[in-house]
């Protein structure tokens, strides 16, 4: 699942997927720092083939870091608990790299540059923004986090990728 997932992401990156096509929905989620500081956007389109995750932010540590969607639409600064665990609606475990994995809500690392920028953009066909068991628009909505180290893709149920460094709830924004 993990090489689907990176050859759809790369047909994307190559322009292979077609900018045309329709959009059925859309969210966005304005990343804070713990401060409570907005320090970055997330994008989410629906596309035929699932969720383009396109997100920049800047004034973050370098290095590696884990890039989730948790399962509520909370951000209380500031350690961000309020966002809950992983989102994972199919009951999986955390992490690529763990057979009863992973999670609907797991992404790669991201890499920070050493100038505290970030720029990446994901494919996931793993959630949805339309109605249905895996949307991330349920009772209490969902959020994207990110976490102060790497994630392991291995040890259930976070990854031991540490603190919570940015936080955004995801909100619709179209049809």
């Known amino acids: 699942m993990r090489m689907q997932a990176i050859l759809i992401a790369a047909a994307i990156a190559t322009g292979t997927l077609g900018a045309a096509e329709a959009q059925a929905q859309s969210a966005n989620a304005e990343l804070l720092n ?23 932010a800047s004034d973050l540590p370098p290095g590696q870091h884990a890039f989730h969607i948790h399962e509520t639409g909370a951000c209380e600064a500031p350690t961000f608990e309020s966002a809950g665990g992983h989102y ?7 992490g690529w790299d763990n057979p009863e994995g992973p999670h609907a809500g797991d992404f790669p690392n991201v890499h920070v540059q050493e100038d505290g920028r970030l ?9 949805t923004l339309s109605e249905g068991d895996t949307s991330l628009f349920d ?3 969902s959020a994207i986090v990110m976490h102060a180290g790497a994630d392991d893709y291995q040890t259930d149920p976070a ?4 603190d919570r460094i940015a936080c955004g709830v995801i909100e619709q924004t179209g049809q």
């Not at 994972?88 to 955390?94: A, C, E, L, V, Y």
């Not at 720029?119 to 959630?127: D, H, R």
């Open 159 to 162: 990854g031991a990728a540490g």
């Open 34 to 56: 713990p401060d409570g500081k907005a320090i970055g956007n997330v994008e989410l389109s629906e596309l035929a083939q699932g969720v383009r995750v396109f997100a920049q």
């Open 88 to 94: 994972n609606p199919t009951d999986k475990q955390h």
């Open 119 to 127: 720029a990446i953009e994901y494919f996931t066909n793993l959630v």
């Open 139 to 141: 009772d209490d909505g």
